[in-house]
């Protein structure tokens, strides 16, 4: 049975559900919020322990806003909320290839097998953005298998004296969050210091982005990944996601001025929840699963950043309305993926 003969899905405004966060320990901060004028992006991830405060900005200019904890929503659902548990068939095929980053006690992003020893997930994750500093990469564990997702642990191949950046291949070293917004670069690769991806890794799609929208329109595309709003330490399926180029709130022509390359990303409504940042974009290929794109953040109208003055008071909550979730294309890190296998694969052949 397929992922997407198992789910079915609504389409609709967007509705975002106004779930409480789960506690959490250090180090943990909410997802921050970029805005430029009207339009922002919203990441789904949790590393961080401090954000940049929003300072003033001239008329039209970018400007960061990081509101406190209790103003951001974790979860962007469209519609009525479709996430569900992965049923057993899809479990079984999925559970050893996709699964969390975690710090100390806390899992903060979802990321994927690529290869027995590398995984895949966005660069924001890893690396953090200009806004922000990523985690401590010596303390980055990935852990994959069984109910909870912690069969199988490794850290990052590397060590606190000869680094870790060598073992990534990045799209971005820091991601571009002000407008134009480079979402096209989310992507990251990062080789494991021990192959705990015992069902080796998820097969990168050689579709288009065009035929990637055609599957969706037939509601053949799903995504699976952590969400922590739902669990912590379980996968969670969100399907039938839809795709689109422009919407109502957003016409192409404005989201072509608020990223980088708008034709180089996919626009979904796939529900996500923080800790999703990473996780993989599926359609069903002839082997089974196979990834067509990485979920990197959600897409977000704020009229208050499009007026501060006229917005809310300090501490006030902003008024945001959810307008799609966005994703990398498997076209954008597809050839990555061979080249650093390639690479790899040299490094073994030359150690003693």
């Avoid at 919203?42 to 008329?59: E, K, M, N």
């Avoid at 909320?81 to 049923?87: I, S």
């Avoid at 699964?99 to 895949?120: H, K, M, P, Q, R």
Wanted: proline fraction near 7%.
């Amino acid at each position: 049975m397929s992922a997407r003969e198992a789910c079915s899905r609504t389409g609709g405004k967007a509705e975002p559900v106004n779930a409480q966060r789960p506690p959490l320990s250090k180090p943990d901060n909410a997802a921050p919020f970029w805005h430029a004028t009207a339009l922002s992006l919203l990441i789904w991830s949790t590393f961080c322990v401090g954000a940049a405060g929003a300072g003033a900005a001239p008329a039209g200019a970018a400007r960061l806003l990081a509101p406190p904890p209790s103003d951001v929503r974790p979860v962007a659902v469209f519609g009525s909320d479709d996430r569900t548990e992965l049923p057993a068939a899809i479990l079984d095929e999925l559970r050893d290839k996709i699964g969390v980053l975690s710090l100390g006690e806390s899992n903060f992003c979802t990321a994927f097998c690529v290869a027995t020893d590398t995984i895949a997930t966005a660069s924001h994750c890893l690396l953090g953005t200009q806004e922000q500093a990523g985690p401590d990469l010596s303390r980055v564990v990935f852990n994959v298998g069984g109910k909870d997702m912690h069969r199988h642990s490794s850290g990052l191949a590397g060590s606190p004296r000869t680094g870790f950046h060598r073992a990534i291949r990045a799209g971005t070293s820091a991601l571009r969050v002000r407008p134009p917004i480079a979402a096209e670069r989310d992507w990251a690769l990062a080789r494991l210091a021990a192959p705990v991806c015992m069902a080796g890794g998820l097969p990168i799609s050689r579709l288009t982005r065009n035929e990637i929208e055609v599957r969706a329109a037939g509601s053949k595309v799903y995504q699976v990944g952590m969400h922590r709003d739902v669990s912590a330490d379980r996968l969670v399926i969100g399907a039938v996601c839809g795709m689109a180029r422009g919407f109502a709130q957003a016409h192409e022509d404005t989201i072509a001025l608020d990223f980088a390359n708008a034709d180089a990303i996919l626009l979904h409504t796939c529900d996500t929840g923080l800790g999703s940042s990473g996780s993989p974009m599926l359609t069903d290929g002839a082997s089974g699963p196979e990834v067509v794109g990485i979920n990197v953040g959600t897409y977000v109208i704020s009229p208050a950043a499009a007026n501060p003055s006229s917005g809310t008071q300090a501490g006030a909550k902003a008024l945001t309305e959810a307008i799609a979730n966005t994703a990398v294309p498997a076209g954008q890190f597809r050839r990555a993926v061979a080249d650093f296998a390639s690479a790899t694969s040299s490094l073994r052949a030359r150690a003693p």
